[in-house]
Nanobody, 125 residues
Framework: QVQLVESGGDSVQAGGSLRLSCAASGFTFFNRFNCMGWFRQAPGKEREGVASSSISTSPTYADHVKGRFTITKDNAKNTVYLKMNRLQPEDTAVYYC?????????????????WGQGTHVTVSS
């Protein structure tokens, strides 16, 4: 059974850093047709893509997080991470990881098959 479990969300002050983790089970990342993505949804706003990555493509980042956020993978642990630096209050949201299995693309338009429950990130000024 495919499962995604996020962790690492916390309350931090502006300028701080967090690393979110997404532990996957039921499939492996070491497949060029598998894609992992991070999304977020702030209160009262639409869900938006944050970052996406596969083993065969360069990562994709939203403009507002480019240069501050980094997506990485540990294939041995079947875990994807989102390192967030210089956090701003605008980054406050519920962050979700998602997996697209058997996909030919890996970006925010990719059809993601599975979603985690989300982890809360609150950034105060």
């Amino acid at each position: 059974q495919v499962q995604l479990v996020e962790s690492g969300g916390d309350s931090v002050q502006a300028g701080g850093s967090l690393r979110l983790s997404c532990a996957a089970s039921g499939f492996t990342f070491f497949n060029r047709f598998n894609c992992m993505g991070w999304f977020r949804q702030a209160p009262g706003k639409e869900r938006e893509g944050v970052a996406s990555s596969s083993i065969s493509t360069s990562p994709t980042y939203a403009d507002h997080v480019k240069g501050r956020f980094t997506i990485t993978k540990d294939n041995a642990k079947n875990t994807v991470y989102l390192k967030m630096n210089r956090l701003q209050p605008e980054d406050t949201a519920v962050y979700y990881c998602a997996a697209a299995l058997g996909t030919y693309t890996c970006d925010f338009g990719t059809s993601y098959n599975y979603w985690g429950q989300g982890t809360h990130v609150t950034v105060s000024s």
